[in-house]
T-cell receptor, first 110, second 115 residues
Framework: QKEVEQNSGPLSVPEGAIASLNCTYS??????FFWYRQYSGKSPELIMF????GDKEDGRFTAQLNKASQYVSLLIRDSQPSDSATYLC??????????FGAGTRLFVKA | EPEVTQTPSHQVTQMGQEVILRCVPI?????FYWYRQILGQKVEFLVS????????KSEIFDDQFSVERPDGSNFTLKIRSTKLEDSAMYFC?????????????FGPGTRLLVL
């Protein structure tokens, strides 16, 4: 059974701080890694994707991938109250099926 | 900006009834997907669809489920005989191309409640 594991949280950070979200996955054949943000009652919204080992930066967001450790992370710099949401890690192998983690709830305190 | 749309936003049905959930993918996208999310649980892949065929399905997608692209714009999910445990949010998604690296864009979802 292919699994994606995340700490459910909640992770609470003060406004302006760095939020660090982590994810591990079980399938070594996984090829693509995604971070989605989901507000309560809404659909997942893609924040970033990463395919290669290392870091990928997009504005305040940095995704980090370590395939040897089967580990993906998302850093959010200068966290804002509007960043408060559930962050979903998602992993895809060679096909079409995307496997989601249960998500980490993030609270950014003003 | 083009987006995936879904109708209805909410659907209440009696156990054993058939429901059809509708989706209009982004117009130039060729790959379509259905996911579900039971309240408080993970988003779960149901099925992917390309060129009028199912390309991949999960173990959840059993004989009570079917998908169809009845015309050039709509993509539907039919649940033949609903069960209480089918109550969930159903998300449609689409992507321009297939493969592990493509970006899937999600619709707003249909909240299905089976009584």
């Amino acid at each position: 059974q292919k699994e994606v594991e995340q700490n459910s949280g909640p992770l609470s950070v003060p406004e302006g701080a760095i939020a660090s979200l982590n994810c591990t996955y079980s399938d070594r054949g996984s090829q693509s890694f995604f971070w989605y943000r989901q507000y309560s009652g809404k659909s997942p919204e893609l924040i970033m994707f990463i395919y290669s080992n290392g870091d990928k930066e997009d504005g305040r967001f940095t995704a980090q991938l370590n395939k040897a450790s089967q580990y993906v992370s998302l850093l959010i710099r200068d966290s804002q109250p509007s960043d408060s949401a559930t962050y979903l890690c998602a992993v895809r192998g060679g096909g079409f099926k995307t496997i989601f983690g249960a998500g980490t709830r993030l609270f950014v305190k003003a | 900006e083009p987006e995936v749309t879904q109708t209805p936003s909410h659907q209440v049905t009696q156990m054993g009834q058939e429901v059809i959930l509708r989706c209009v993918p982004i117009s130039n996208h060729l790959y379509f997907y259905w996911y579900r999310q039971i309240l408080g649980q993970k988003v779960e892949f149901l099925v992917s669809f390309y060129n009028n065929e199912i390309s991949e399905k999960s173990e959840i997608f059993d004989d009570q489920f079917s998908v169809e692209r009845p015309d050039g714009s709509n993509f539907t999910l039919k649940i033949r005989s609903t069960k209480l445990e089918d109550s969930a949010m159903y998300f449609c998604a689409s992507s321009e191309v297939g493969g592990p690296g493509e970006t899937q864009y999600f619709g707003p979802g249909t909240r299905l409640l089976v009584l």
